[in-house]
C-alpha cells in the first residue's frame, strides 16, 4: 500500500522506497514475509516523498525505514532490519 507523506502514522513502521531499488524490494519483502503492518511512501509517486526522506537520514540512499520509536535506518541490511524488529516485539 503507497500512503501519501501527509497520511503517515508515526505509531507504524513507514518505509520510503521505489520499485526500481533492489534494496527497497529487499527490505519490503522482510516486512512483508514478517507481517510487519507498515507504510510505504513511494518516492515515485508521493511528490515530497524523497524530500522527506531526505530530511528523516540527511541522505539520499533508499530504503528509508523509520520506526515507531523514532530511530531509522538507511539502507539496512536484512539482519539489521530484523534484529530491530525483533527488538520492537520484544518491547
Given at each position: 500500500m503507497?500512503?501519501?507523506a501527509?497520511?503517515?502514522?508515526?505509531?507504524?513502521v513507514?518505509?520510503?522506497?521505489?520499485?526500481?531499488?533492489?534494496?527497497?524490494?529487499r527490505?519490503?519483502a522482510?516486512l512483508?514475509?514478517?507481517?510487519?503492518?507498515?507504510?510505504?511512501v513511494?518516492?515515485?509517486?508521493?511528490?515530497?516523498?524523497?524530500?522527506?526522506?531526505?530530511?528523516?537520514?540527511?541522505?539520499t540512499?533508499?530504503p528509508?525505514?523509520v520506526?515507531?520509536?523514532?530511530?531509522?535506518?538507511?539502507?539496512?541490511?536484512?539482519?539489521?532490519?530484523?534484529?530491530?524488529?525483533?527488538e520492537?516485539v520484544?518491547?
Amino acid at each position: 500500500m503507497t500512503t501519501p507523506a501527509s497520511d503517515l502514522n508515526p505509531a507504524r513502521v513507514t518505509m520510503y522506497g521505489a520499485e526500481w531499488c533492489i534494496d527497497c524490494r529487499r527490505s519490503k519483502a522482510l516486512l512483508d514475509r514478517r507481517g510487519v503492518d507498515y507504510d510505504y511512501v513511494d518516492l515515485e509517486t508521493v511528490i515530497d516523498g524523497a524530500d522527506r526522506a531526505k530530511a528523516i537520514s540527511g541522505r539520499t540512499q533508499i530504503p528509508v525505514v523509520v520506526f515507531p520509536d523514532g530511530t531509522h535506518f538507511t539502507e539496512p541490511s536484512d539482519a539489521e532490519l530484523a534484529a530491530k524488529l525483533d527488538e520492537a516485539v520484544a518491547a
